[in-house]
């Protein structure tokens, strides 16, 4: 077998994430940006913290990227059956569905990813640039990840165009710039996506949905069964629960508490 054909997709996404982070990271230190003014002067603290944030943000992606984003278990112990699926068939109105392709019972809120071959929990969407499905257990790593890389990104951005001087002739310009002003486009770009995916999710973590239920509620039968959103407590306990697991209702639970409260309401 040929060496390269041990290379998954995954790797070489993951690779290649980290050769461009820290080849951007590269050119902010060698052209004559704010950095290297820092340096010059001695001020070393805000180089120092500027690399740690680069540093962090690639240990954050790398962590969401590799760990588990929440996969339902295949074949789970008899204590873990009891535990997920038993408890989760004690609302009869909610009768869980077996997956298609893995054929696991999914509990609520769960969906295959073709991508990742496994059922997720709390399915988000499967990132192509994290070559992961975004899930239960790594969506708050997920808008951590994102709301750091934003601001690495705006840094990065204004040290790009503290090192772009205009007032050379063009072609010198284009040698001694050119770059750097590739860099500042590339920047630019990366903030504008990373800003658009953070507002996004952190509305979607306000209202207590996801991804995936957000764009597909027309097809997804326990949300198109009713015109709002039965998981959703208000901000402050969507937040809470989302970012410490707080409180630990099951999902299931608060459909069924929807469900009794629509009940209630329409007979009054």
């Known amino acids: 077998m040929a060496p390269w054909a041990l290379l998954s997709h995954g790797v070489l996404v993951r690779t290649g994430h980290t050769v461009l982070t820290w ?54 112990q008899p204590q873990e059956e009891a535990k997920e699926e038993q408890t989760a068939m004690v609302p009869q109105a909610i009768p869980l569905r ?7 019972l999914q509990p609520l809120r769960a969906r295959h990813c073709r991508e990742c071959r496994r059922c ?25 990840y994102l709301a750091l890389q934003l601001v690495v990104l705006l840094w990065g951005l204004y040290l790009a165009w503290s090192g772009l001087h205009f007032f050379q002739p063009w072609g010198l ?3 001694s710039s050119g770059l750097l002003f590739a860099t500042f486009l590339l920047l630019s770009l990366f903030s504008l996506v990373a800003g658009l995916l953070l507002a996004s999710h952190l509305y979607l973590v306000a209202s207590n949905t996801t991804t995936w239920e957000f764009m597909s509620s027309h097809r997804i039968a326990y949300l198109r069964q009713r015109p709002g959103n039965p998981f959703d407590r208000g901000l402050t306990r969507n937040v809470a629960h989302f970012f410490c ?21 329409q007979a009054v």
């Not at 690639?58 to 990227?65: E, T």
Request: net charge negative.
């Open 23 to 76: 080849g951007i990271t590269l050119v902010l230190f060698l052209h004559d940006t704010a950095l290297r003014q820092w340096e010059e002067q001695g001020e070393l603290l805000l180089p120092l913290t500027f690399l740690l944030l680069v540093l962090g943000s690639l240990l954050l992606y790398l962590a969401v990227s590799l760990m588990d984003p929440g996969y339902v278990n295949v074949q789970p």
């Open 98 to 104: 077996r997956c298609r392709f893995c054929m696991v």
């Open 120 to 144: 997720v929990r709390r399915y988000d969407h499967h990132c192509p640039w994290m070559e992961n499905c975004v899930g239960e257990r790594n969506h708050p790593l997920f808008v951590a």
């Open 173 to 175: 310009w284009l040698r």
């Open 245 to 265: 697991g707080w409180p630990s209702e099951s999902w299931e639970t608060l459909w069924v508490e929807e469900e009794e409260e629509e009940g209630r309401n």
